[in-house]
T-cell receptor, first 114, second 114 residues
Framework: SQTIHQWPATLVQPVGSPLSLECTVE??????LYWYRQAAGRGLQLLFY??????ISSEVPQNLSASRPQDRQFILSSKKLLLSDSGFYLC?????????????FGPGTRLTVT | KNQVEQSPQSLIILEGKNCTLQ??????????LRWYKQDTGRGPVSLTI?????NTKSNGRYTATLDADTKQSSLHITASQLSDSASYIC?????????????FGKGTHLIIQP
């Protein structure tokens, strides 16, 4: 069976500090991977997605970046965090194609920038 | 602009009672509509996926309906349990959309009281 992991689960970082969040998927190969952010009172916002190693597409301009160094590893980074980067970060992967594909979310990382 | 509006924003009901959550969307062209359940501090979990040709779909005590003509969906929860306390997110998929092609609602926060 497939499993998606994220770490850390929670993180408190000062403004201006760097960030690295990691996501790994087990039990599948060549998945489409996604990073979302969920701010309080707002819907999920797609940040990045990747269809393969080294292939990253950004949906929202910001001070975040993403990388996919391995097939089942997706990393979200920042060189200098802003207060507005606080939120709940979710990694997801997609199984299947066509209309009724399944999208599975990881457990999330709660980031608080102080 | 593609939007998904959910109502009510929050809802409190007694254990054992039924409830209905609403979702209106303006996404076009429409591909499918999903309902997710998100427990506090966790990633969303898929409940149902419906294409435009499906009017209703059930998953245990959860029943989703879709009216593609009026662009409305509802999620009915029967005989609520304490474990149903969560946020319920309506997600509409854009046909042929790039990236994930998903538009997320802000969710309805449901609280089940004993």
């Amino acid at each position: 069976s497939q499993t998606i992991h994220q770490w850390p689960a929670t993180l408190v970082q000062p403004v201006g500090s760097p960030l690295s969040l990691e996501c790994t998927v087990e039990g599948t190969s060549n998945p489409n991977l996604y990073w979302y952010r969920q701010a309080a009172g707002r819907g999920l916002q797609l940040l990045f997605y990747s269809v393969g190693i080294g292939q990253i597409s950004s949906e929202v301009p910001q001070n975040l970046s993403a990388s996919r160094p391995q097939d089942r590893q997706f990393i979200l980074s920042s060189k200098k965090l802003l207060l507005s980067d606080s939120g709940f970060y979710l990694c997801a992967w997609r199984r299947g194609a066509g209309v009724s594909y399944e999208q599975y979310f990881g457990p999330g990382t709660r980031l608080t920038v102080t | 602009k593609n939007q998904v509006e959910q109502s009510p924003q929050s809802l409190i009901i007694l254990e054992g009672k039924n409830c209905t959550l609403q979702c209106n969307y303006t996404v076009s062209p429409f591909s499918n509509l999903r309902w997710y359940k998100q427990d506090t501090g966790r990633g969303p979990v898929s409940l149902t996926i419906m294409t435009f040709s499906e009017n209703t779909k059930s998953n245990g005590r959860y029943t989703a309906t879709l009216d593609a003509d009026t662009k409305q969906s509802s999620l009915h929860i029967t005989a609520s349990q304490l474990s149903d306390s969560a946020s319920y997110i309506c997600v509409v998929s854009l046909s042929g959309g790039g990236a994930d092609g998903l538009t997320f609602g802000k969710g309805t926060h449901l609280i089940i009281q004993p």
